[in-house]
């Protein structure tokens, strides 16, 4: 009799018994076959959903406007972003967003980076862009417009690369000065004459794409540079735009003083000659001329056809504003000298 009743008590006690850890707080056989199915633990109550047991999700938030989203099968997700912030979600499928965003401006141009000129787009620092690289179109070669190029472009007259007025090639491209330069190469006494000098400056003109026709201010036995320089009506300026006279009656006027209101040191191509001192023979021109554009006494190198010694002729310095300009110095014809070069009417 003893035996049935602690038999009977362990039974009725069994019923009652919960061993620790196990969770007889209501989940039916549906919500472990939903646990099951989607990998989703399912919760009684929000809170045991929350705990720190179940599984959990992070999405990071890139804030960028465009973004590319990876998947895996992983429960749980990161989503890098720039701040490195994480949040809780209840998700169970993981994303990973990249920033794959390029930046564009509302014109279809690229932003912040250098100008392409030929794109169809007026980038920053671009006046125009017509689609290509042509000039002579609707837009010059390089896409900074009229007078801004250094090219001379459809129907200008000019193009010295900037809108300066009074410098040779005014804002809107026509002549308002006539160029003056010196000339970068250096000859001997042999020129082939008042022709042979002419064609030096020339050629030295077209290379480097200096508008007009050009005379060596230069004399021989005969015949006066004055006289062969003809006055195109405009002052004349050097290659960089520096005025050197207002015309020419004010470059032969006679008396002393300045001739000039800068030195003529500069080259066809806007490159200045140094003088380290008064006729050194770098800092030469060849001129047989006076200071009132006169021919001088001397005959100059058999009027420019030889180069023998111990014939002379006289040389200007090209480092003055005086009359030693034209009539400062003489050297031996077999030596080597610069030219003066003057623009004159077409």
């Known amino acids: 009799m003893t035996y049935l009743r602690v038999a009977l008590v362990c039974v009725l006690c069994g019923s009652c018994f919960k061993p620790e850890g196990k969770d007889t707080g209501g989940a039916s056989e549906s919500d472990a076959t939903t646990e099951a199915a989607t990998g989703t633990p399912t919760a009684s109550t929000p809170t045991e959903a929350l705990t720190t047991g179940s599984p959990t999700s992070e999405t990071l938030t890139s804030g960028s406007p465009t973004s590319e989203t990876l998947t895996s099968g992983s429960p749980t997700s990161e989503t890098l972003t720039s701040s490195g912030e994480t949040t809780g979600t209840a998700s169970g499928v ?35 862009d017509d689609g290509n690289m042509l000039g002579g179109d609707k837009c010059p070669g390089n896409c900074k417009g009229p007078c801004t190029n250094g090219v001379i472009d459809g129907n200008e007259a000019c193009d010295d690369g900037n809108t300066v007025a009074a410098d040779g090639c005014s804002p809107t491209c026509t002549r308002d000065g006539s160029y003056v330069f010196v000339t970068s190469e250096m000859y001997s006494g042999l020129m082939g004459g008042l022709g042979g000098a002419d064609s030096r400056c020339k050629d030295l003109a077209l290379k480097a794409k200096l508008p007009g026709k050009y005379k060596a201010w230069l004399s021989d036995e005969t015949t ?39 030195p003529i040191n500069r080259t066809e191509s806007k490159v200045e000659i140094k003088t380290p001192a008064a006729c050194s023979q770098d800092g030469l021109a060849w001129t047989s001329t006076t200071g009132t554009g006169d021919v001088q006494p001397m005959v100059p190198c058999g009027d420019w056809q ?41």
Not at 98 to 105: I, N, R
């Open 224 to 262: 006066s540079a004055k006289d062969r320089i003809t006055p195109t009506g405009m002052q004349y300026v050097r290659t960089d735009g520096t005025l050197v006279a207002k015309n020419l009656e004010s470059i032969v006027l006679g008396g002393p003083g300045d001739k000039l209101m800068a």
């Open 94 to 128: 993981t994303t990973e967003s990249v920033d794959t965003t390029t930046e564009v401006d509302s014109s279809g141009g690229s932003t912040g980076g250098e100008a392409v000129c030929g794109n169809s787009v007026v980038d920053e620092g671009e006046l125009c």
């Open 306 to 346: 030889n180069n023998i010694n111990p014939t002379m002729a006289v040389a200007g310095d090209i480092g003055v504003t005086t009359a030693a300009w034209t009539d400062g110095c003489t050297q031996l014809c077999t030596l080597t000298a610069r030219l003066y070069c003057f623009e004159v009417p077409q």
